[in-house]
C-alpha cells in the first residue's frame, strides 16, 4: 500500500493522493520529481491485471502526442505489481472549479466564450482521436484553464481506450451518451457528445441529470439561454447520439463553427434568474437588508460600478479573450509574422483587423518588432537556413493540426492559440538544434544521403548490418526528433535533421564485441544514456544456436539482426531469445533506451549446440520431471535460469 512520502525508482515521490484507488482508473498521485529540481508531476497507480494491461499498451501512443494542450506523458515503472506512469502537471483551474467559482458569484459562461473553448479543445481531441484513441470521460473536471497562458488543456486519461474497444465502466455519469452506457464499441463521436455536454453545464450553471430528458433521450435547453441559431445547431448535434445528424469526428464540428461569428461580449455573463445583488449601492449600505429584486421588476436599472467590474472582469477570472489576446499576440508576434506567406522578413505582417475586428491603423507595437528580430538574430547566431527553418515550423504545426487541411492560421483572434503553438514550436525547435556543432547546423536544409554513407560504409565493413545502423541513427535521433522513426528515415523536412543526427551520432560509435561459448554464459552490463542506444556484436561458433537473455528497465527494447542482415528478433520489451543455428556469425544486437534517464541493462549469451536424434528423446524423458520444490544451487545462468550443473 503506497502512502505520502513515498520514492519511486530513487526519483518520485508521493505528496498528496488526489483520486482513487478506482478498481479501473486507479490512484492519482500529486508528486514531485527529485531529480528535476522537484518540479510537480502527476502519477497514476493502476494494480488491476486490466488496467495495467491497457495502459500498458496505450501509454506509448500517449508518450509520442507532443500537444501544448495535452501533458507531457514521461515514464511508465512496474513496481510492486502496480503500474505506475508519470506526467506532466498542469497549473492552473478546472473549469468545474471556475463554474463554481462563478455561481457564487450569480455568474455563468458566456456564449463566446463557449465558443472559443470549442474551438481550442476541438483541435486537441482529433490529434488523440488521429492516434486511434478515445478519451472516454470528457468533462469539466477534466478540462483545465492554464495559468500560465490561458489555453484550455485536456486532463487525465485514465479511461482512455482505442476506438472500436468495449467501452469502461466509471465514466463521469452524465456526460458520456447513452450508447457508451449499453457498451456499444467506442468511437470518437463519443468524445464529442462529452464535450457538448460539459459546453451545456457551462452555459447553464446546471447538472447534466438536470439538463437531460429521460424520455426523449432529448435536452432541456433552459429559456435564460440565449444562442444564436447556428450555435444552438452545432451543440444540438454534439449532444444528438444520433448516426445521421451527430458530427463524426472533431475536424467536422470545428469547421461547423468556424463560421459561427464570435458574439460582441465573449466574457462571463450574469445568471438571468439571480435574486440578488453583487453588491449593494452605497446608499443602501446602511440598511438591514436588501428587497429581492428580479431582471422583471428593474428592466431598466443601470449596473452599479462594482457590477459593471465583476461582469467584465470577474475578479482574477479575466475572459478568455483578453488573457489569449495578450499571452499569445505579445509572445508569438515573431513567429507569426516569419509564418506570413505573403510578408517579407524586412516588413510587418499584413492584416485586415485587429483584434476586435477594428481597421487597423498602426503598426505591430515595438516590443512585438523587437521579438521578431532576437528570433532572427538567433537564426543568425546559429548560422541556419531561415527558409528550411520556416518550412520545418510551418510543416510541424501543419502536422499538429491536420484538422486544417494544410492552411496555416489567420491573423484573427480566434487563431491566436494556434499562433502561440508556432511560437512554442519555433522555440522547441531551436532548443533540439542548438544541440549540433555549428558546421552542422549550418548545412541544415541542403544535407543528402551521400553525406552520411562514408560512415556507414566504415560500420558494414566492421560487419554492422545496413538496418542495425539505421536503428542506430534512429535512436541517436531522438533527442532531434520527437517520436521514434524505428529505423525509417523521416520526410522532408524533418529528415535534415535524421541526416545530422546520422552523422554526429555515428562519429564516434563504440561497438561491444562478446563471443558467445557452449555450455557457458557470457555476461555483460553497459549503460545506455536517455534517449540512446547501444550495438553489441556477438560472436557465434559455427553450427551453434545462439540463447540470449537481457534485462533491464521497462522502457529499453532490443532487436536481433542476423549476419545476412535480416530481423531475427522484432524490437519488442527485453526478454530471453533462442535463435536457430542459421543466424551465422556476427549477431548484432540493438538496445534502445525510451526512457527520460539513462538506464543499465544486462546481457548474458551462451552459444547451444542443435541435439542429436538421440539426445531428444531423452531431453524429453527429463522435462516430464516435476522440478524439485528446493534447488540446492540457486546460481543459475542469468540468459536461461537453468542450474550449470544440467
Known amino acids: 500500500m503506497s502512502v505520502t512520502g513515498t520514492v519511486l525508482v530513487e526519483r518520485y515521490r508521493l505528496e498528496e493522493r488526489l483520486s482513487g484507488p478506482d478498481p479501473v482508473q486507479g490512484s492519482l498521485w500529486r508528486g514531485v520529481d527529485l531529480l528535476a529540481g522537484e518540479i510537480p508531476v502527476v502519477i497514476r497507480q493502476v494494480e488491476s491485471q486490466m488496467s495495467k494491461q491497457r495502459l500498458q ?3 506509448p501512443v500517449l508518450q509520442a502526442i507532443l500537444h501544448p494542450q495535452i501533458p507531457r506523458c514521461g515514464e511508465q515503472l512496474e513496481l510492486d505489481g502496480a503500474l505506475w506512469t508519470v506526467r506532466d502537471w498542469q497549473e492552473g483551474l478546472s473549469y468545474a472549479q471556475l463554474l463554481q467559482q462563478r455561481e457564487q458569484r450569480q455568474m455563468l459562461f458566456g456564449p463566446g466564450e463557449m465558443l472559443l473553448l470549442l474551438r481550442q479543445l476541438l483541435p486537441v481531441l482529433a490529434v488523440v482521436h488521429g492516434r486511434g484513441l478515445v478519451h472516454g470521460d470528457v468533462n469539466p473536471r477534466n478540462l483545465l484553464r492554464r495559468s500560465a497562458d490561458g489555453l484550455s488543456v485536456l486532463l487525465d486519461f485514465g479511461l482512455v481506450q482505442a476506438e472500436g474497444e468495449e467501452p469502461l465502466t466509471g465514466a463521469t455519469p452524465g456526460y458520456a451518451p447513452r450508447a457508451q452506457g449499453r457498451g456499444e464499441a467506442c468511437a470518437a463521436w463519443m468524445d464529442l457528445h462529452a464535450l ?3 459546453s451545456l453545464v457551462l452555459l447553464t450553471g446546471r447538472s447534466p441529470e438536470q439538463l437531460i430528458s429521460p424520455s426523449d433521450e432529448g435536452w432541456f435547453w433552459p429559456e435564460q439561454l440565449v444562442l444564436t441559431a447556428d450555435f444552438k445547431e452545432v451543440l444540438q448535434r454534439l449532444l444528438s447520439e444520433d448516426p445521421q445528424r451527430r458530427f463524426s469526428d472533431a475536424a467536422s464540428a470545428l469547421a461547423a463553427l468556424k463560421s459561427l461569428p464570435m458574439p460582441e461580449q465573449s466574457g462571463p455573463i450574469a445568471r438571468a434568474d439571480r435574486t440578488l445583488p453583487l453588491a449593494p449601492s452605497a446608499s443602501a449600505a446602511a440598511e438591514p437588508a436588501l428587497p429581492s429584486l428580479t431582471p422583471e421588476a428593474t428592466p431598466s436599472r443601470r449596473l452599479s460600478r462594482v457590477e459593471e467590474r465583476e461582469l467584465g472582469a470577474e475578479g482574477r477570472l479575466w475572459p478568455v479573450v483578453v488573457a489569449l489576446a495578450l499571452s499569445a499576440l505579445v509572445g508569438s508576434a515573431i513567429g507569426w509574422f516569419l509564418l506570413s506567406r505573403n510578408a517579407s522578413l524586412g516588413q510587418a505582417p499584413s492584416t485586415a ?14 516590443e512585438e518588432v523587437d521579438e521578431r528580430q532576437q528570433l532572427l538574430s538567433r537564426l543568425r547566431a546559429l548560422q541556419m537556413d531561415r527558409v528550411w527553418f520556416l518550412t520545418l515550423v510551418n510543416k510541424a504545426t501543419l502536422d499538429r493540426f491536420p484538422e486544417r487541411g494544410g492552411r496555416l492560421p489567420s491573423d484573427d483572434l480566434e487563431d491566436a492559440p494556434l499562433r502561440r503553438v508556432w511560437n512554442e514550436l519555433a522555440e ?8 549540433l556543432p555549428p558546421a552542422l547546423r549550418s548545412r541544415l536544409g541542403s544535407l543528402k544521403q551521400a553525406d552520411w554513407s562514408d560512415q556507414r560504409a566504415a560500420l558494414v565493413k566492421q560487419g554492422v548490418t545496413p538496418r542495425a545502423v539505421e536503428q542506430l541513427v534512429s535512436a541517436g535521433a531522438r533527442d532531434l526528433l520527437p517520436g521514434d522513426a524505428r529505423g525509417r528515415q523521416p520526410r522532408e523536412p524533418y529528415r535534415q535533421l535524421w541526416y545530422a543526427a546520422a552523422i554526429e551520432s555515428l562519429r564516434d560509435v563504440q561497438i561491444e564485441q562478446v563471443k558467445a561459448k557452449p555450455r557457458m554464459a ?10 540512446g542506444a547501444r550495438l553489441i556484436s556477438v560472436g557465434v561458433p559455427a553450427g551453434t544456436g545462439l540463447v540470449l537473455g537481457i534485462n533491464g528497465t521497462p522502457l529499453m527494447e532490443m532487436t536481433v539482426f542476423g549476419a545476412d542482415g535480416a530481423v531475427r528478433a522484432e524490437r519488442g ?5 533462442t535463435l536457430p543455428p542459421d543466424l551465422g556469425s556476427p549477431v548484432q544486437v540493438l538496445i534502445t533506451n525510451d526512457g527520460v534517464s539513462s538506464g543499465s541493462f544486462t546481457l548474458s549469451c551462451r552459444a547451444d549446440r542443435p541435439l542429436s536424434r538421440q539426445q531428444k528423446p531423452v531431453l524429453e524423458r527429463r522435462r516430464r520431471v516435476p522440478l524439485p520444490e528446493f534447488d540446492s544451487d540457486p546460481i543459475r545462468d542469468s540468459a536461461t535460469g537453468e542450474s550449470p550443473n544440467n
Open 522 to 531: 557470457t555476461n555483460l552490463s553497459l549503460r545506455i544514456p536517455a534517449g
Open 353 to 366: 483587423a485587429d483584434v476586435v475586428r477594428q481597421p487597423q491603423t498602426a503598426s505591430l507595437p515595438q
Open 428 to 435: 522547441d525547435w531551436l532548443a533540439r538544434i542548438e544541440q
Open 57 to 59: 499498451t496505450h501509454w
Open 573 to 577: 520489451p527485453l526478454r530471453v531469445s
Open 196 to 198: 457538448g455536454v460539459s
